[in-house]
């Protein structure tokens, strides 16, 4: 057997650590005699699963005592309803900012719920490449919250900065982004995502929310769109999705053991800076990103010449180095490099790059 190196945005790679305990759980958990699969949600066994992977993440991340970890299904787009419907209705209205291509799918979504008042726009001619200055932001003093995508996965723009929001509830799409690095759990009112990037399987999505952003839905919102539902249950009103909560749970465990999200966050920098070093050292490749809000996770890089793109997604398969093509909105290539992505993929990426400019560029 020989594992690729998987660049894919998402579903993405899981630690090979982390797979190898999940194949040897995986007729029998802890001499229960089952799979986590076929285990019913409210046994002890799960429930101790459970249990266990909430208090790591919340170990992990530092989640204050009155947040809500609520494991959930739908995706992040789900999210993009459900945010407004639970948190719109105190005066109608939201802030978001219009980074990239996500951002623009929950601007369109939280429309239907309520006025959306966009008040950061980065896109020119098109591109999204960069974000304002963290002391150009106004807030809306009748904002019910601030919407913003702290790592567009499809651009690969990350913002450097926390936004201030002061009293207003800050939530964030953290898809892409979420456990790549320390963040201040209570500079946000809301945060969430979904699963297959950075935390397990595709299925699970989390969302972390403060308790009293919770329990005042639209009229009509349906009960599993409202969070209280969630919150009351334990994430355990209706089955959940036992398997990746599971498996969040085994990666919860392999970050404690990288030293945690400090400990990942250096990895990560170190990953992010071989691979945008490589590229800003050659006339071939190039990243059209702002300097200050490149994304640590998301990097698409173009080549000089596009009529090189398929020999060089051809060349880096056959050297194990997969999906690497560009979102098709943006083109070129793009290395999601997640925290499951080893440091020695990227020096086996930039080897190759150096070599494919040399013979080809
Ligand atoms: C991948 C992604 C989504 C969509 O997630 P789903 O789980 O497929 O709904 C939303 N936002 C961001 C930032 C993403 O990276």
Redesign the pocket.
Same mark, same amino acid.
């Given at each position: 057997m020989s594992r690729v190196f998987n660049f894919s945005?998402?579903p993405a790679a899981l630690p090979e650590q982390v797979l190898r305990q999940a194949q040897e759980e995986m007729l029998d958990w802890h001499g229960s005699g089952m799979s986590v699969m076929e285990m019913s949600h409210r046994g002890k066994e799960f429930m101790s699963i459970a249990a266990e992977a909430e208090a790591d993440l919340r170990e992990l991340m530092g989640i204050p005592t009155n947040y809500k970890v609520l494991f959930l299904q739908g995706? *992040?787009?789900?999210q993009f309803a459900m945010i407004p419907m639970n948190l719109i209705g105190r005066t109608g209205k939201a802030d978001y900012f219009r980074t990239g291509s996500?951002s623009k799918?929950a601007i369109a979504e939280a429309k239907r719920y309520g006025a959306v008042n966009v008040t950061v726009n980065s896109e020119i001619d098109g591109h999204f490449s960069s974000v304002p200055a963290a002391d150009s932001l106004r807030v809306s003093a009748d904002a019910a919250y601030v919407h913003y995508?702290p790592?567009?996965?499809i651009e690969g723009v990350e913002f450097p900065y926390v936004p201030a929001t002061g009293d207003v509830p800050l939530v964030a799409?953290m898809?892409?982004t979420i456990l790549s690095r320390p963040v201040d759990v209570s500079r946000f009112g809301l945060i969430y995502a979904?699963a297959?990037?950075n935390i397990g399987p *595709?299925g699970l999505?989390l969302v972390i929310v403060r308790e009293d952003l919770i329990g005042t839905p639209l009229d009509g919102t349906p009960t599993m769109f409202n969070y209280a539902t969630h919150a009351d249950n334990e994430s355990m009103y209706n089955t959940p999705p036992t398997y990746g909560w599971y498996l969040a749970g085994l990666v919860f465990k392999w970050l404690k053991g990288v030293g945690g999200l400090e400990g990942m966050a250096a990895i990560n920098q170190r990953k992010a800076d071989l691979l945008y070093n490589a590229i800003d050292g050659s006339d071939f490749y190039s990243n059209p990103v702002d300097l200050a809000c490149r994304s640590w996770m998301n990097v698409p890089f173009t080549l000089a010449d596009s009529a090189l793109d398929g020999d060089f997604l051809k060349g880096a398969g056959d050297a194990g180095l997969k999906t690497l093509k560009g979102h098709r909105s943006v083109g070129g290539m793009r290395a999601s490099i997640y925290n499951a992505m080893p440091e020695a993929g990227i020096q086996a990426l930039v080897d190759f790059m150096g070599e494919f400019e040399r013979t080809r560029g």
């Open positions: 945005a998402g995706g *992040a787009s789900s996500w799918k995508t790592n567009e996965t799409d898809s892409s979904g297959q990037k *595709a999505t």
